[in-house]
């Protein structure tokens, strides 16, 4: 073969160059090119083209044979010519007599098999894999740290007036956390720092996850939503990592909210933790929120939620990190009649008297007030089905299902008692004692 480094490439070579790197899965074009460089003894070159093609078509036989004259390898008969050559090895068989040197394979069956396996080794290295593998793990299997892709939400359109009621939780966040996002001018004239994040505490099916979202929608800001299954890895190391590349991504999509639900199961006291695993992954996690502040966090907010607080680790409370509490208690009267309203919306319903149905669901959480609903719907359903009459759901229904249901929340409330009692430490479940009171419950 010549020595390539001194053949220049024709305009023509360079532009069909230009083309195929704005159409690198046309394999024609590529062929044409490969032709090309072929022809003016650029042999390394077109065999480069040549296997970039067969890696988008494997099955291709002008690009198989280009790459056997590419190679300076005698070329291997079509596929029309191995049929022919068949059918006169198989008339020459039936005849009366066979040739001499029958039994002697001919000059183009000798190249009939041409070892790819060999042709691939060559070139390997030249032409970069069209698929790369994940690196294997100690037992053979794929990567299981794979953290590349986060589902991150685009800004969305809930907003804190979509939340009903709960208009104490409103002001609060709107003075502790959105009112210095939206005023960046006043927030320097009173030094007010965005250092920190926001924890949402509170009963189970309370919305706070909801709220989270409606934060973001405030913020017109991407969401990213964090549990434990997401970030924990049975491999050392990774976990840290997950949480490492959670952080990176929401940077990369600023401005983000990013939402660690069941903070208690990913920020556990480490006190409390035996697995060395557990304890490095809450130590990310401060390391993360230690850089809040910093430059390259700028437009990352920090929302999480737990229904243990007390179960978190000290350290992610303290100022400058998740020291913003905010108690997300059962919704209100008003919350009720905006919750009760929606589940309804879609369902046959008749005369049903809202002002009594608020009153009868006092204590219930919104996934509460969501099974009354369902069990309401349900019940009309079944009389439907016995008397063969569709019947309408009414006031009955909803406010016998009510009388079913036991709040959910009282196990919570039962467990939180205890704490606001015993273990309210600097006034950190003032809230807390302050409903627990007012309803009667301390």
């Known amino acids: 073969?010549?020595?390539?480094?001194?053949?220049?490439?024709?305009?023509?070579?360079?532009?069909?160059?230009?083309?195929?790197?704005?159409?690198?899965?046309?394999?024609?074009?590529?062929?044409?090119?490969?032709?090309?460089?072929?022809?003016?003894?650029?042999?390394?070159?077109?065999?480069?083209?040549?296997?970039?093609?067969?890696?988008?078509?494997?099955?291709?036989?002008?690009?198989?044979?280009?790459?056997?004259?590419?190679?300076?390898?005698?070329?291997?008969?079509?596929?029309?010519?191995?049929?022919?050559?068949?059918?006169?090895?198989?008339?020459?068989?039936?005849?009366?007599?066979?040739?001499?040197?029958?039994?002697?394979?001919?000059?183009?069956?000798?190249?009939?098999?041409?070892?790819?396996?060999?042709?691939?080794?060559?070139?390997?290295?030249?032409?970069?894999?069209?698929?790369?593998?994940?690196?294997?793990?100690?037992?053979?299997?794929?990567?299981?740290?794979?953290?590349?892709?986060?589902?991150?939400?685009?800004?969305?359109?809930?907003?804190?007036?979509?939340?009903?009621?709960?208009?104490?939780?409103?002001?609060?966040?709107?003075?502790?956390?959105?009112?210095?996002?939206?005023?960046?001018?006043?927030?320097?004239?009173?030094?007010?720092?965005?250092?920190?994040?926001?924890?949402?505490?509170?009963?189970?099916g309370c919305g706070k996850t909801f709220i989270a979202r409606a934060v973001a929608g405030e913020l017109g800001a991407s969401f990213l939503s964090v549990s434990v299954n997401d970030v924990l890895d049975m491999w050392i190391g990774n976990s840290e990592r997950n949480m490492h590349e959670v952080f990176e991504t929401a940077r990369r999509q600023a401005p983000c909210v990013v939402f660690l639900d069941e903070l208690d199961a990913l920020g556990a006291k480490r006190s409390r933790t035996q697995h060395s695993g557990m304890r490095n992954t809450v130590n990310q996690l401060l390391t993360e929120l230690d850089g809040i502040d910093s430059a390259a966090n700028e437009g990352v907010f920090v929302l999480a939620a737990t229904n243990v607080p007390w179960d978190v680790d000290i350290a992610l409370r303290r100022p400058g990190r998740l020291d913003r509490t905010l108690l997300v208690l059962p919704p209100d009267a008003t919350a009720r009649e905006a919750i009760l309203r929606y589940h309804l919306r879609d369902r046959p319903v008749e005369a049903v008297d809202l002002g009594r149905l608020v009153k009868a669901t006092d204590g219930l959480s919104g996934a509460d007030l969501a099974h009354v609903c369902e069990s309401a719907a349900e019940s009309a359903l079944l009389d439907s089905v016995r008397t063969g009459l569709i019947r309408m759901i009414g006031t009955k229904d909803l406010l016998d299902a009510a009388k079913s249901v036991v709040p959910s929340t009282e196990p919570w409330f039962a467990a939180a008692r205890n704490v606001a009692m015993f273990a309210n430490e600097g006034g950190m479940y003032d809230d807390l004692v302050t409903y627990l009171k007012k309803r009667r419950k301390l």
């Open 1 to 204: 073969m010549p020595e390539e480094s001194f053949i220049p490439e024709s305009p023509l070579v360079q532009s069909l160059r230009t083309a195929v790197a704005a159409a690198p899965e046309d394999v024609p074009l590529r062929l044409h090119l490969a032709e090309l460089l072929l022809s003016a003894g650029l042999h390394d070159a077109a065999v480069t083209e040549v296997a970039a093609a067969l890696q988008h078509a494997p099955g291709d036989g002008a690009a198989r044979e280009l790459m056997v004259r590419a190679m300076g390898m005698p070329a291997s008969p079509s596929p029309a010519a191995q049929d022919a050559s068949t059918a006169a090895d198989q008339v020459e068989s039936a005849g009366p007599a066979a040739p001499a040197d029958s039994t002697a394979p001919d000059e183009s069956s000798r190249h009939a098999g041409f070892d790819w396996r060999a042709a691939e080794q060559e070139v390997d290295g030249i032409v970069e894999p069209r698929f790369v593998e994940p690196p294997l793990a100690a037992d053979g299997s794929g990567d299981p740290g794979d953290a590349g892709a986060w589902d991150v939400s685009a800004p969305g359109v809930v907003r804190l007036a979509d939340v009903g009621g709960m208009q104490e939780v409103k002001d609060r966040l709107e003075a502790a956390f959105l009112a210095p996002m939206r005023n960046p001018e006043l927030r320097k004239l009173y030094g007010k720092s965005l250092r920190g994040g926001l924890l949402l505490y509170g009963p189970p």
